[in-house]
């Protein structure tokens, strides 16, 4: 196989490869945002009564539901489930607002670690200053809170990168769907694929390296 004309495929791709990855960061970040915000909704509304009633039984229960089954059969669901009733949604806005849901219940998760892990003994001397819990939470709980999950957080959103690509199956223009429609033009689904991978890599890279 000549070296050039490899090249040249490799320099064909890049448009087609980019514009899907645009679309798959679009995704994630705007999923991740929205995963961090409900997750930290959800974990306030567990925590209402000590635990005990009706929200955090619900919380419990969206909990095991998006944490137990397949991201593409959750997908999936609110994909079809809407049409169902007549009522059309956008792809894109079903793959943000799918990987979201699915990752709030992890980064719930996640928080209520972070939350965990602070002493109580520190929370207890703050309140026998008189500091009053708004005070406590920002003052005491949030810093040593936000240094405990950041890590987990990250991770989180490596993972919501490599997960987007199963958004292609509701015709999503995503980095993996534009794989798979150069695949199907030129049946050379090895360099292809390799690429599409490396550009993966990359943006996984990236996270990372944002995060450290």
């Known amino acids: 196989m000549n070296a050039t004309t490899l090249l040249e495929r490799l ?17 994630a970040v705007a999923a991740i945002a929205l995963g961090f915000a409900w997750g930290a909704v959800l974990l306030g509304l567990s925590l209402r009564r000590g635990g005990r009633g009706l929200l955090p ?30 009522l059309d949604l956008p792809p894109l806005l079903v793959a943000i607002v799918a990987l979201g849901l699915n990752s709030a219940a992890f980064q719930c998760e996640i928080l209520r670690a972070g939350l965990v892990a602070v002493p109580a003994g520190q929370i207890e001397a703050a309140a026998s200053f008189g500091m009053p819990p708004a005070r406590i939470f920002r003052h005491v709980q ?9 890590p987990a ?18 015709s999503v ?3 993996a769907r534009g794989g798979r429609q150069i ?13 599409a991978g490396l550009c993966y890599l990359l943006m996984t890279g990236a996270v990372l390296w944002l995060g450290h």
């Open 11 to 27: 320099a064909a791709y890049l448009p087609v490869l980019l514009q899907g990855a645009v679309t798959t960061l679009s995704v």
């Open 57 to 86: 039984a619900a919380v419990r229960t969206y909990l095991s539901f998006f944490r137990g089954t397949p991201l593409l059969v959750q997908l999936l669901m609110l994909f079809y489930l809407p049409s169902a009733y007549g």
């Open 142 to 150: 949030l810093p040593q809170l936000a240094r405990a999950v950041w």
């Open 153 to 170: 957080v990250v991770s989180e959103g490596v993972d919501v990168v490599k997960s987007s690509a199963i958004v292609s199956v509701i």
């Open 173 to 175: 223009a995503d980095l």
């Open 183 to 195: 695949v199907a033009a030129n049946f050379r689904p090895l360099e292809v694929y390799v690429s």
